[in-house]
C-alpha cells in the first residue's frame, strides 16, 4: 500500500509558536513511517508558510526554543490545495499541531474545508466555540456540567453592575486567549480595575469569574475508530509560590508536576471521564481534546475549558495521560490520522 502524505503543520502566528514547533518535532520522531510518509510545513510568526526539511531540528537546543526560519522555500497554500514553485504537495491529509488563534480556532480548518484537505482534530465550529471562553461556557452549562460563576466583559460597553454580585477572589481573563496570558487573581476591588485593563490587552472581550478553589484535574479525549475514549485523570500540581497555573508555572521547568490522583472518593474518576466525553460532544469535537476541570473539596466537577489541540509533545499532558491509559505516543498519532480518514467533510452541501 503506498503511504499516506501527511503534512504536519506546525509553528503559526499564536504565542505558542514555540510549543507547537516541539510538539511537530516530537510527532516526526513517533510517526508510523511504515503507514505516513510526513512532510514538515512550517508557518512563520508573519504568517508565511514554508517547507522544511526532514531532518529540521524542532527541540531545544542548549536552551534556545524552536522557531519557523522564512528564508525556507514558501510553499503555497491555497483552495487549489499546498505547492512549492507549482509543483504540489500531494498531500493526503494535513495534521494542523498548532495552538491559539490562526491555528487551533477554526480558521486553518476552514482553509483545509475550502481546499478539500482532510485535517486531524476538531472541526470549523467546535475549534471556533472552543477557543472562546464566553461561547463554550454557556454551551457546557446547558448541557448539565457545571461552571464557574462570571460574566462576559466587552471592551468599551461593560459596567461595574456586571460583577457586583460575584464574590472574591476573582478570576479575570480574555475570552481567547492560551498559556494564562492576561490572566490575574483578584483579591480585592482596589486590584479589579488594573486586571481588567491588563486582560484587555490581549482580547476586547474577557471573563471575570469567581475562583474555585478546588485541585485542577484534566483528561484527555481520543477518537478511536469512531468512537471518542477518556483518558486516566491527571492533576496538576503546583509547586513553589505561583497563586494559580500561570504562564510561568506552565512553561518554566520544576513549576509544575503531574500526578495520577489516588486518593479521589471512588467514582469520581469516572465521573470527570463521563463529563470530559459529554464536553467533547456538547462542542461538537473531533478526533482529540484535553478536557480541564477544577474538582473542589465539597465534591464538585467543575469544568475550566476544553482545548481542541492540547500541546503535544512528547512530554505534554495529553500523551501523558494516554500514556497511563496504555497507549503510546505513536499509536495516539495513528489513532488521530485514522480518525481524521474516516470521517466525512464536515460542511453539509
Ligand atoms: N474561575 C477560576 N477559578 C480558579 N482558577 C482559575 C479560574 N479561571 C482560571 N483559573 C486559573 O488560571 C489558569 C488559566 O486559566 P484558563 O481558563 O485555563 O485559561 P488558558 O486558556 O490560558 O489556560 C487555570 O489553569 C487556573 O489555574
Ligand atoms: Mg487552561
Not at 47 to 69: F, H, R, S, Y
Not at 152 to 172: K, T
Not at 214 to 234: D, K, N, Q
Not at 319 to 342: C, F, Q, V
Request: glycine share 10%; with cysteine; hydrophobic share 40%.
Amino acid at each position: 500500500m503506498p503511504k499516506l502524505r501527511v503534512g504536519i503543520l506546525c509553528g503559526g502566528q499564536s504565542s505558542e509558536h514555540e510549543i507547537s514547533c516541539i510538539s511537530a518535532g516530537g510527532i516526526m520522531g513517533a510517526i508510523d513511517r511504515d503507514r505516513f510518509e510526513p512532510v514538515l510545513i512550517g508557518i512563520t510568526r508573519a504568517g508565511t508558510w514554508v517547507l522544511l526539511d526532514q531532518a529540521a531540528k524542532l527541540e531545544i537546543i542548549d536552551g534556545k526554543l524552536p522557531e519557523i526560519d522564512p528564508s525556507l522555500p514558501v510553499i503555497t497554500a491555497d483552495i487549489h490545495g499546498f505547492s512549492v514553485n507549482g509543483d504540489p504537495l500531494n498531500l493526503d491529509l494535513v495534521f494542523p499541531i498548532l495552538h491559539g488563534p490562526y491555528g487551533e480556532d477554526g480558521t486553518i480548518q476552514g482553509m483545509c474545508e475550502v481546499a478539500g484537505i482532510r485535517y486531524v482534530g476538531s472541526g470549523v465550529l467546535a475549534s471556533a466555540v472552543a477557543m472562546d471562553k464566553s461561547f463554550a461556557k454557556p454551551i457546557f452549562a446547558s448541557h448539565g456540567l457545571q461552571v464557574a460563576d462570571g460574566t462576559v466583559l466587552v471592551s468599551g460597553e461593560w459596567s461595574a453592575q456586571q460583577i457586583a454580585h460575584l464574590s472574591y477572589p476573582l478570576f479575570v481573563k480574555p475570552a481567547r486567549s492560551g498559556s494564562s496570558r492576561g490572566t490575574s487573581k483578584v483579591k480585592s476591588f482596589d486590584t479589579l480595575l488594573k486586571a481588567i485593563e491588563y486582560a484587555f490587552e490581549y482580547d476586547t472581550k474577557i471573563l471575570v469569574e469567581s475562583a474555585i478553589n478546588g485541585r485542577e484535574i484534566e483528561c484527555a479525549v481520543l477518537e478511536i475508530a469512531g468512537t471518542p475514549h477518556a483518558s486516566p485523570v491527571g492533576e496538576i500540581k503546583i509547586l513553589g509560590n505561583h497563586e494559580f497555573y500561570d504562564f510561568e508555572a506552565k512553561y518554566l521547568d520544576d513549576a509544575t508536576e503531574v500526578v495520577f490522583p489516588q486518593d479521589l472518593p471512588a467514582g469520581v474518576e469516572a465521573q470527570i471521564q463521563a463529563a470530559a466525553m459529554l464536553a467533547f460532544k456538547a462542542l461538537g469535537c473531533e478526533g482529540l481534546a484535553r478536557v480541564d476541570f477544577f474538582y473542589t473539596d465539597q465534591g464538585e466537577i467543575i469544568i475550566n475549558e476544553l482545548n481542541t489541540m492540547p500541546g503535544f509533545t512528547p512530554t505534554s499532558m495529553y500523551p501523558k495521560l494516554w500514556s497511563r491509559g496504555g497507549r503510546t505516543y505513536s499509536e495516539i498519532i495513528s489513532a488521530l490520522i485514522d480518525a481524521a480518514l474516516i470521517r466525512s467533510a464536515h460542511v453539509t452541501r
